[in-house]
């Protein structure tokens, strides 16, 4: 039987403690209402916020790699519209050229010449405006960013996240002024040390196990299988051909530069010499020893006593500078550049200086420290020439002559084709149809990048609208859950209160005890 005292008042102690948790409770319910969200403070759900903040994030990588691939979109549909152009401008040039062609033709030839050249003039001023002359802004292998990357058991790292979220459009081979579509050329005067057949088959004679390719943006070694054709293991070229391959795309695996080179072994079938390919300009060296340099447009193998275009490099250096000059072609016009290597340089510097020369418009320069070469290349696979400007015997080049093309060769300005005469106009007809299909496919290779891109668009779309929802579940309050609680609340609060002046009051009834 509970007792009457006036020190102690347990029931207004309850009351106030459970007004407390109520106003607590009316408090929090007028945030979320308010706000609108079930987490306002990280100790409502400490584990659910990080959750959510992680699909925030992601929503905000999609958000902008939309964006980006939107970008994109806009930049190949730019392209489609320019090749479109120059696919009628081909057609313009066809019609001159096939009424030029023509031997009943009686009207004045240099007239029609004059309008062919004005055409070929504006698909170089098209494909530059629009980035895709040799060494143009968009001429070059893009990725795009879009996000939405996960892991897998073979792609578990943080840059395979960012790799698999990617869009790669590959444009480097897509250039379209005449000099790339076929209708002018810039070679080079006299012999051209940079076609001709590629051969390694005295190398792989020997006791190498590796070989080294090198390019833009990638030195990667590829181990032989077997020196020795005859073995059990490799019993033909037929057989190192598969495994060499086979190496290659292990390493093209971990570098994607390497990987977007496309380097293939092959056999000749004409010579049975062991011939190595690639989209790209690149050198292959033996790793173990050695010094064959495998290179050019067409991938010309030289050996180390050939002085082009490999260069002899002190090892240790020279005591003066070394300037060099490149005169390259870019962009429908002739361009130079220029890289200094410094007074002493070690090999690996001098690389480094060159390759850090300015507007070298995609030439690089590859080590063979081996045999003390430097050897230039251009990454665009176009034609170079290189001089030295000082020449001097103190610095580290040891320059063969003035011209790295090769004794007596030059290289020549744009020579667009003519329809002067009805032989020259047959011969222009045969290469506007090669361009023709060369511009087919490029526009394909634009075309995939705009499938691509449009659903890598869709995918992300759908992926943040699902991220979305999921950090909704989380973080989003339920209002009509929310507005019956506020309900709640405010009655338990009310009646709060009124329990607690009656528990307050309680004492007041011990007075009448004390009434005589």
């Not at 152009?85 to 030839?109: H, V, W, Y």
């Not at 379209?176 to 005295?202: C, K, Y």
């Amino acid at each position: 039987m509970a007792g009457f005292d006036i020190l102690t008042n347990i029931s207004s102690l309850q009351a106030q403690n459970y007004l407390n948790q109520n106003l607590q409770f009316q408090s929090q319910t007028i945030d979320e209402v308010t706000s609108g969200q079930a987490i306002i403070n990280a100790g409502d759900n400490a584990a659910g916020l990080a959750v959510a903040n992680t699909y925030r994030s992601d929503e905000a990588v999609l958000t902008q790699g939309i964006a980006n691939a939107n970008d994109g979109l806009a930049t190949l549909q730019t392209i489609d519209g320019g090749m479109s152009d120059i696919s009628q401008l081909l057609d313009s040039a066809s019609t001159l050229a096939s009424q030029s062609a023509s031997q009943t033709f009686q009207g004045n030839r240099t007239v029609l010449n004059n309008q062919f050249q004005s055409v070929l003039s504006e698909i170089n001023r098209e494909a530059q405006a629009i980035g895709m002359a040799q060494g143009g802004q968009f001429n070059a292998n893009m990725s795009v960013f879009i996000g939405g990357g996960a892991t897998d058991t073979a792609d578990n790292t943080a840059a395979d996240v960012i790799s698999n979220g990617s869009v790669q459009i590959n444009l480097a081979n897509s250039a379209l002024d005449t000099n790339s579509l076929g209708l002018s050329s810039n070679g080079v005067a006299g012999a051209d040390v940079l076609a001709g057949s590629s051969t390694l088959s005295t190398a792989l004679g020997e006791s190498a196990a590796v070989l080294t390719f090198s390019g833009s943006g990638y030195s990667v070694n590829v181990a032989i299988p077997a020196a020795d054709w005859n073995s059990t293991t490799i019993s033909d070229q037929n057989a190192l051909v598969t495994q060499l391959n086979d190496a290659i795309a292990t390493a093209g695996a971990g570098n994607a530069a390497f990987a977007a080179a496309g380097v293939q072994a092959s056999v000749n079938s004409t010579t049975g010499a062991l011939t190595f390919s690639s989209n790209q300009a690149f050198s292959v060296q033996e790793a173990s020893g050695g010094a064959e340099t495998l290179m050019g447009s067409n991938n010309v193998l030289f050996s180390a006593a050939s002085s082009i275009p490999s260069v002899a490099y002190a090892a240790n250096g020279g005591t003066g500078t070394d300037v060099l000059n490149f005169t390259y072609y870019s962009n429908g016009a002739m361009q130079t550049g220029t890289a200094t290597i410094a007074a002493g340089a070690a090999m690996a510097t001098a690389v480094a200086d060159v390759n850090n020369g300015a507007n070298m418009g995609g030439i690089f320069a590859v080590a063979n420290q081996t045999a003390g070469y430097i050897t230039f290349m251009n990454s665009n696979g176009g034609t170079f020439e290189l001089t030295q400007t000082n020449n001097s015997s103190s610095g580290g080049l040891t320059m063969p002559s003035s011209n790295m093309l090769g004794s007596g060769n030059t290289l020549q300005s744009t020579n667009n084709l003519d329809i002067l005469t009805a032989s020259d106009a047959t011969q222009a007809v045969t290469a506007l149809g090669n361009a023709v299909q060369n511009l087919g496919t490029i526009q394909g290779t634009v075309g995939e990048g705009e499938n691509a891109l449009g659903y890598a668009i869709n995918l992300a779309t759908s992926q943040n609208t699902n991220l979305a929802a999921s950090e909704a579940q989380i973080r989003d309050a339920n209002m009509a859950t929310e507005a019956a609680n506020l309900t709640k609340a405010s009655i338990l609060v009310q009646a709060g209160v009124a329990a607690l002046a009656q528990a307050n009051s309680a004492p007041e009834q011990v007075l009448t005890l004390l009434k005589s």
